[in-house]
């Protein structure tokens, strides 16, 4: 979905199919929308930090090396052939990764992309969002824009909002069947 057709689809919820009067606004609850729905779906990006050589701590401030940082998931750093644990090898503080002295080889960051701006100037691009959470922006922007002149239908609009972004959580979330083997002499069998 680009910003244009965004544009379109909130101005055919209520706005008599133009949002002339609101388009400053339009721009603004979009932006929110987008930071909204990164938050409760994040994207999770991947950096590889230089290889360490383990003789004394390093320290990477990944809000310094990438342009789109927003913070950090709960498994943060992993190497090729360890798996780092966080308060014994490293620790996080802020924006911050740091290496214990002794840690040594290539690792990898994950952490939460932070979704580029819509502006004017950008309609045409593709909006930065998960492409299954898409339809989750219309209401969301709606619902903002109609916040000061209608409230029931800016209520209307996140209650639809939460209703499909709920659905689409259990849908994300849905795990298959499983099955548990006991291999330790107590299974019956």
């Known amino acids: 979905m680009t910003g244009k057709e965004l544009y379109t689809t909130v101005a055919q919820m209520g ?27 994040p994207r999770i990006s991947l950096y590889s930090l230089p290889v360490v050589d383990g003789k004394r701590s390093a320290d990477f401030d990944l809000a310094e090396l990438v342009s789109d940082f927003s913070g950090f998931p709960r498994e943060v750093l992993f190497g090729e052939d360890v798996r780092p644990v ?17 840690l040594a080889g290539a690792f990898t960051v994950r952490y939460l992309h932070r979704p ?52 689409l959580s259990r849908c994300l979330n849905r795990h298959g069947g499983a099955s548990i083997l006991i291999r330790n002499g107590w299974d019956k069998g």
Request: hydrophobic content about 40%.
């Open 116 to 167: 580029r701006q819509l502006s004017v100037d950008c309609l045409d691009e593709e909006l930065d969002v998960a492409p299954y959470a898409e339809s989750l922006l219309a209401p969301l922007v709606a619902s903002y824009l109609w916040l000061d002149d209608r409230g029931e239908l800016a209520t209307h609009y996140l209650s639809l909002y939460h209703t499909e972004a709920e659905e």
């Open 15 to 41: 706005f008599a199919r133009t949002l002339e009067d609101n388009e400053p606004y339009f721009y603004r609850a979009a932006n929110l929308s987008l930071s909204r729905i990164a938050r409760r779906f």
């Open 86 to 102: 966080e308060g014994r090898d490293f620790r996080v503080e802020g924006s911050r990764i740091i290496l214990a002295r002794g």
